[in-house]
Nanobody, 131 residues
């Protein structure tokens, strides 16, 4: 099974920047025949008292990306296939961005907002934006 490990979350001041990383292991399997190049990866976030919401996603190949309206223009998602790692560059951070950020993945060609597309989930990394 695929394992996802997030890192980079910390306390930052409003207006600052932060870069999150998520490393995937086991996305290429000799038994299933699936490869990391076919592995969709994305980011979700969940704040206390709120439901989990979609943030951004990127396809395993072709660099197809999707963003939530709330982060469009401020966040950028990218991936390094050689390292099987996806990144989330967050700029102009707001207190409303405070949440646990979760990395997610699944074998689906086109990225989407629905959580049902993602079979694998990381443990999350805390991002806190102070006023």
């Amino acid at each position: 099974q695929v394992q996802l490990a997030e890192s980079g979350g910390r306390l930052v001041q409003a207006g600052g920047s932060l870069r999150l990383s998520c490393a995937a292991s086991g996305c290429t399997s000799s038994t299933s025949g699936r490869t990391c190049s076919s592995y969709l990866m994305g980011w979700f976030r969940q704040a206390p008292g709120k439901e989990r919401e979609f943030v951004a996603a990127i396809s395993g190949s072709d660099d197809i990306t999707v963003y939530a309206d709330s982060v469009e223009g401020r966040f950028t998602i990218s991936r390094d296939n050689a390292k099987n790692t996806v990144y989330l560059q967050m700029n102009s951070l707001k207190p409303e961005d405070t949440a646990v950020y979760l990395c997610a993945g699944g074998y689906w060609r086109i990225p989407g907002r629905a959580s049902r597309l993602y079979d694998d989930w990381g443990q999350g990394t805390q991002v806190t934006v102070s006023s």
